[in-house]
């Protein structure tokens, strides 16, 4: 499972987003992949810091209390890529119940 947006903002530029789900198995096969492929894809060096690649906290917990923290802090994450949706588009996938100034400045999406 994934998505991605790709935003435009004054102070970042040009950049893309991706949620993507990496079964447990993988994670450490998985972990070094996003910065290699974006060194193979760029047209121009490398710049360090382009890629952050991070596992959403409570992902791996087995325990009830950790679901729930990884449970919120997906919400964020998919809250945040959703930023300029319609509210409407927010009702249909749960997510207009944390309210919309939480998650950070509006770019262009």
């Given at each position: 499972?994934?998505?991605?947006?790709?935003?435009?903002?004054?102070?970042?530029?040009?950049?893309?987003?991706?949620l993507l789900?990496?079964?447990?198995?993988?994670?450490r096969?998985?972990?070094?992949?996003?910065?290699?492929?974006?060194?193979?894809?760029?047209?121009?060096?490398?710049?360090r810091?382009?890629?952050?690649?991070?596992?959403?906290?409570?992902?791996?917990?087995?325990?009830?209390?950790?679901r729930?923290?990884?449970?919120?802090?997906?919400?964020?994450?998919?809250?945040?890529?959703?930023?300029?949706?319609?509210?409407?588009?927010?009702?249909?996938?749960?997510?207009a119940?944390?309210?919309?100034?939480?998650?950070?400045?509006?770019?262009r999406i």
């Amino acid at each position: 499972a994934w998505a991605y947006v790709h935003e435009r903002g004054s102070v970042n530029g040009a950049h893309v987003h991706i949620l993507l789900h990496v079964p447990p198995k993988l994670k450490r096969e998985f972990r070094a992949n996003p910065l290699r492929w974006a060194k193979a894809v760029l047209p121009q060096p490398y710049m360090r810091k382009t890629v952050r690649s991070h596992c959403i906290l409570g992902a791996d917990a087995p325990d009830g209390i950790s679901r729930k923290s990884y449970a919120f802090n997906l919400d964020g994450k998919l809250h945040y890529m959703v930023k300029t949706a319609p509210l409407e588009l927010e009702h249909e996938l749960g997510l207009a119940t944390w309210g919309r100034s939480r998650w950070g400045p509006k770019g262009r999406i």
